[in-house]
């Protein structure tokens, strides 16, 4: 963590080397975070590098209200949702379940999950953010409630009702057949 001093000797450095500090010190990490919205490596990167772009760009904006960490991951997290919001990533993700669904299961097998995967996939996808988000750290990166709750910087009671409200939305989609918890 920066203490203020810390913080004002890196925001007076020239753009590219605050560039090259938040890449040394917050890179894995933030990596990390967009990885557990996108579940893909190359995706990750390219976000990753859209992210440091911005920060460029935008560094001068940065008004000290928030903890300079807390101002990045921010950055990211909203990239990560432009992300997910956007039709290239619906089909990518769509492809990418088809593939994993297809190792050592009969044909007949492959083509049923394939589709309870697309369904489940596109339920989740047409969730509003807020809940689409919970589901995919809880279900798919199995984040416990205090680190989605840390993560997406709101209190724990919010991500479980966004939790609940989101798995029943879910069921409502998908006609309560494949949710049971």
Known sequence: MLDAEQLDDVLSKSRKEIIEYVYDQFGEQI?????TYVKNH?????IFQEFLITVYHKINTYKG???????LYRIAVNKCKDYLRSPIHRLFKHNEQLEESRIDLSPENKVYLAEIEIDIVEAILSLPVKYREVIVLRFYKTFSIKEISETLK???STVKTRLSRGKKKIQL?????????
């Open 31 to 35: 990596k990390r975070v967009i990885f």
């Open 42 to 46: 190359a995706q990750t990167d390219d």
């Open 65 to 71: 209200k928030s903890k300079f960490e807390t101002w």
């Open 154 to 156: 709101v209190k724990e």
């Open 173 to 181: 989609i998908l006609g309560g057949d494949y949710i049971e918890k």
